[in-house]
């Protein structure tokens, strides 16, 4: 999906190689086509969550898994630097991490269309944009327009200037430029038609430390002029009417960078992009419409939109490093080679429950590469943040541990081996000193000792088991007590952007143990029935965003999946927000909107983490605990599904969902099918999914909770 404001020529160029979405056939069969969705770049909306403290995601030029992205900056800024509802542009940076806080990270070397002898104070009105996968393009009240694109590892800005102009035009470059991560240094040489080097910058909340090489070549012949420190004029003749730059990316060298660059035109790398997000984006396929019901078609039109923008935000990272022969620098800052491709770019403490699950199961193909690359930190010496020689942008790695133990239970390879020295030492050093952090600490001290459960050692596998359960303690003592006055205050005694209420639920690996400290699986209910109804819980970040699932271990599961679905797609309230404890007026409505101003107030996005939930919750599934091999089942938000989970590049298996009795509002699930066995169950593993096949769900709209429903709960044995 295309969004622009205004016509002229933006409307033509970012037309270019797309189908009319009003002319697309759609096939009139009802019977399910298990085929991959061969257009979705189509449905994606690249400017929700745009504006304000609403996602804080932006309408750059992407390409899926990549960290090379050129991103527009405004004045005044969110924090990608880029807010939809400004006017004022500061020009054109890449490589931004999106949707992360800290007011945001990345957005390097930025470069400035100009008029006039004075580049500073030229300014850059907007007039119109358009934006799509791969796509950026803008106009400004000046006459000069932009339009970018981007490859894996090269993008191109063509800049047209307005004809008539003699008093000067040009570029201006400010390669200290950032978001408010720290400029460290840089260094850069010019020729009559190129500018190269490489940045260090600041990680995200500058913990750490980055360095990108790039490469730039121009069009024609410029002159370069010195402004100030890191800051350099490139100016162009006056005849010139139309200028191309090509910039190549690396974290590897110069000489990566330089070779990035190649002959495509713009329009072949645009339409290489667009097929490379269509083919990323349709590993995860909507069937058809109904096509028999008006009213129910343009719900289920806007329901597929939003899903593809979410979808879109969920894939573009981590970061693909390595180059294409396969050396890569690690953490350490070494120039190492391998043939398994390199990632980098994590926010694992916000997204480890939803987007880094949902890339296992379906993007197999890449994901052995992210698991051996979040190996890799363990072997490289791993910080909860970042080292000081990243080889790109990143946020923070806690909880890993539990990544790699998820990934191994789900079949793939993990050399435990190798590094569980590494990830004791970090497991040891665990903070336990707050409520919260004692809970996500005995998270992590469980996996270890499932780590070495799965190597054999019973020892030290018995002895973080124990160290686990110790949790128990504290919940007794700190989340036991609900008369307590400050149990729904944020922050309440020193935790991080949760309450007493919202952290409590953070046992995904011993609800069995839970549940016995609260007395009983009907006062377990009863608790989460205060919870939800008393509007407790917090869709805005991450500690309570498995709660609904919860449900699923009580005897009504039936209230998990009408959860799974308000939170995605219904009207719900909400108090709590990052800062604020309840008190302060309700938000009412979804939670997701297909528009700038897209999640609750502050509601960051984080790396895909919230972008992830609601892909789970509208595919039909949710991982019950990160780090076990079991998704729990609830009803799609579409009727027909199919997600490609093949691992090996050039398979083809799929896992085909059909829901019977569908409707936009039909949320219960009456019973299960798998491969036309009725299965007598409310979740299933993940070696059932990796069989492939097809999964139907029937679905109702009224609960259908039965004593021989065969549940799984979590118990630390």
Not at 179 to 203: D, K, L, M, P, V
Request: with cysteine; charged share 20%; aromatic share 12%.
């Amino acid at each position: 999906m295309i969004r622009s404001i205004k016509t002229g020529f933006i409307v033509t160029i970012a037309f270019i190689g797309f189908q009319n979405k009003a002319g697309a056939q759609r096939s009139q069969n009802k019977e399910p086509i298990p085929v991959l969705q061969m257009d979705p770049a189509r449905e994606v909306n690249v400017f929700l969550g745009t504006s304000g403290d609403h996602g804080q995601l932006s309408p750059a030029a992407s390409y899926p898994f990549s960290m090379l992205s050129i991103v527009p900056q405004t004045d005044p800024w969110i924090h990608t630097g880029y807010e939809h509802y400004a006017k004022k542009f500061l020009g054109f940076a890449h490589s931004v991490f999106e949707g992360v806080g800290c007011e945001g990270s990345g957005a390097n070397l930025l470069v400035k269309p100009f008029l006039g002898k004075d580049a500073p104070s030229c300014d850059l009105i907007k007039t119109g944009e358009a934006g799509s996968p791969g796509y950026y393009g803008v106009a400004f009240k000046n006459g000069i327009q932009a339009s970018f694109t981007v490859s894996q590892r090269e993008g191109i800005h063509e800049y047209l200037f307005p004809a008539g102009v003699s008093s000067g035009k040009g570029l201006f470059f400010d390669l200290s430029h950032t978001r408010s991560n720290r400029f460290y240094e840089e260094q850069h040489q010019t020729t009559a038609t190129s500018i190269s080097g490489w940045i260090q910058a600041g990680t995200t909340c500058s913990v750490g430390k980055y360095k990108v090489y790039y490469y730039i070549s121009l069009s024609e012949p410029v002159e370069w002029q010195n402004l100030a420190a890191h800051q350099i004029v490139a100016k162009l003749k006056d005849q010139t009417k139309k200028l191309a730059l090509r910039i190549g990316w690396s974290s590897t060298s110069a000489a990566y960078a330089k070779a990035a660059i190649d002959n495509k035109t713009f329009n072949q790398i645009r339409l290489g992009a667009t097929q490379a997000w269509n083919k990323a984006l349709g590993r995860i396929a909507v069937g058809p419409l109904s096509g028999t019901n008006k009213l129910a078609d343009t719900t289920m039109s806007a329901r597929k939109a939003l899903f593809y923008s979410l979808l879109y935000r969920v894939i573009q990272s981590p970061y693909l490093i390595s180059e294409k022969d396969g050396y890569y620098r690690n953490t350490k800052g070494e120039l190492v080679k391998s043939d398994t491709p390199r990632y980098n770019g994590w926010s694992v403490w916000d997204n480890y429950r939803t987007q880094l699950p949902l890339l296992g199961l379906a993007y197999g193909d890449r994901y052995q590469g992210m698991v051996t690359s979040l190996a890799d930190l363990y072997a490289n010496g791993k910080k909860d943040y970042a080292t000081q020689t990243e080889p790109s942008n990143t946020v923070r790695t806690e909880h890993t541990d539990i990544v790699l133990l998820d990934a191994y239970n789900k079949g793939y390879h993990v050399d435990f081996k190798s590094i569980v020295d590494s990830i004791k030492k970090d497991v040891d050093a665990l903070d336990f000193s707050h409520p919260d952090k004692a809970l996500e600490s005995s998270y992590d001290t469980w996996a270890m000792s499932e780590i070495y459960k799965s190597l054999g050692n019973s020892d030290l596998a018995s002895r973080y088991k124990e160290k686990a359960l110790g949790y128990q303690g504290v919940w007794q003592r700190e989340f036991a007590d609900l008369s307590k006055k400050d149990i729904d205050r944020m922050g309440a005694r020193g935790m991080y952007q949760g309450t007493i209420w919202q952290y409590r639920w953070l046992v995904p690996y011993d609800m069995k143990g839970m549940t016995d400290l609260i007395g009983s699986n009907g006062e377990l209910e009863k608790q989460l029935d205060r919870f939800f109804n008393g509007n407790y819980y917090s869709q805005a970040n991450e500690p309570d965003i498995a709660a609904p699932s919860l449900y699923n271990v009580t005897a009504h599961p039936s209230k998990a999946q009408a959860l799974m679905h308000q939170y995605a797609v219904d009207t719900v309230t909400q108090f709590y927000f990052n800062g604020n404890s309840r008190g302060i007026d309700p938000v009412i409505g979804p939670v997701y909107k297909n528009q700038p101003r897209a999640f609750l107030p502050t509601m960051d996005d984080d790396g895909g983490a919230m972008s992830g939930w609601f892909v789970f919750s509208a595919i039909g599934l949710f991982p019950a605990c990160v780090g076990t091999p079991v998704y729990y089942l609830h009803v799609p938000l579409f009727e027909d599904l199919t997600i490609d989970i093949s691992r090996v590049k050039g398979a083809d298996k799929r896992l085909h969902i059909l829901v019977h009795n569908f409707t936009p509002d039909n949320y219960y699930i009456q019973k299960v099918v798998l491969n036309g066995q009725e299965i007598h169950q409310n979740y299933l593993t993940d070696a059932q999914l990796r069989e492939g096949g097809e999964l139907e769900i029937y679905a109702s709209d009224m609960p259908h909770d039965s004593d021989g429903i065969n549940k799984w709960i979590s118990q630390i044995k």
